[in-house]
């Protein structure tokens, strides 16, 4: 993890429970201090709340990972990160829906960076249920304390999470966490976009039509088989992209983000967010690097029972 992540823990361990504690806390990780670009050991997080967590009386580990949390949100406007979550949109509904796409964004500035996955599975007037997947293990409490700040510092609301479950998976870990807050914006998006569907008729748009705008776009059935490549990805796979029609979509692309498997209801679940794709070539292909990501969104088309997948090189 980069050091921005644990730099945002100093002044505020300092400023609460004084010099000394994060002095020794520093020399149980064997660290003088932490730089914001370098990238530190997965598990400095949660090696830096037990050490706190040994010497405040009362304060466990996830009681250190939720202050965390809570500490990077308070932080992170000196890098400016403040306007990216202003401009995600006016509720907390928008924020949730929209975590993924934050870290693609942050992700320019942080190349190494390897951020989680939340996927916002239900919605309602009373708040929400997230799926948070991660590489790292043991942090989901520090998540929770970002959600938390950031519902009352950019939203001006009371956030309550709840832990439903958790495990570890051979990727690394995932919660499920139902988030209680008022979602009334919720039942108001709901009310508009029913209004919306009873008053405009729009005319259909041909499949020629649809394909032609997306070059690297690609169709996909309900047993995830290949139904159409755009003309630009036929080209850059060679004879494998001639013979597409009927394919495994896991014979030519690989789901790099978001962090889920790659199956129909998972695409279906995430449409709200940026996917990226990595082609896999054959050996005869023209592409010189082997290597090629896109990037775009999913989208369910129901005339046809189909996904549609709108992207471009990354």
């Known amino acids: 993890m980069y050091g921005m992540l644990l730099e945002s823990v100093q002044h505020y361990v300092r400023l609460q429970f004084g010099e000394p504690l994060w002095e020794a806390a520093l020399a149980e990780l064997g660290q003088h201090n932490f730089s914001t670009h370098l990238v530190y050991p997965d598990d400095s997080m949660t090696r830096l709340a037990d050490a706190c967590a040994k010497r405040v009386p009362g304060w466990s580990r996830d009681t250190f990972l939720f202050f965390f949390g809570r500490c990077f949100v308070r932080f992170f406007s000196h890098y400016g990160y403040d306007k990216l979550i202003r401009a995600s949109g006016r509720h907390l509904r928008d924020f949730l829906a929209g975590i993924d796409n934050l870290h693609h964004q942050i992700r320019f500035s942080y190349p190494r960076m390897r951020s989680p996955s939340l996927q916002l599975l239900q919605e ?9 997947r991660s590489c790292r293990r043991g942090l ?16 001006g609301m009371r956030l309550q999470v ?3 479950s958790q495990r570890s998976t051979p990727e690394g870990a995932q919660a499920l966490l139902r988030l209680s807050f008022d979602n009334a914006a919720f039942t108001l998006n709901e009310q508009r976009r029913q209004r919306a569907q009873e008053g405009i008729t729009l005319p259909d748009v041909s499949w020629g039509s ?39 979509v896991h014979e030519l692309m690989r789901l790099h983000r978001p962090m889920v498997a790659f199956t129909w209801e998972n695409l279906l679940a995430n449409q709200q967010v940026v996917v990226e794709l990595e082609c896999i070539f054959p050996e005869q292909s023209t592409v010189p690097s082997r290597r090629l990501l896109l990037k775009g969104e999913m989208r369910y088309l129901h005339e046809s029972d189909v996904i549609l997948f709108l992207g471009v090189p990354l």
């Open 124 to 132: 309602h007037r009373g708040g929400a249920l997230l799926l948070y």
């Open 140 to 155: 989901h409490f520090y998540l929770v304390g970002q959600l938390v700040q950031v519902a009352n510092t950019f939203y």
């Open 162 to 164: 709840r832990v439903l």
């Open 210 to 248: 649809l394909l032609r705008l997306f070059p690297f776009g690609m169709l996909v059935d309900r047993c995830m088989r290949l139904l159409w490549l755009g003309h630009r990805l036929r080209m850059v796979f060679g004879q494998g992209g001639e013979a597409y029609p009927g394919r495994p």
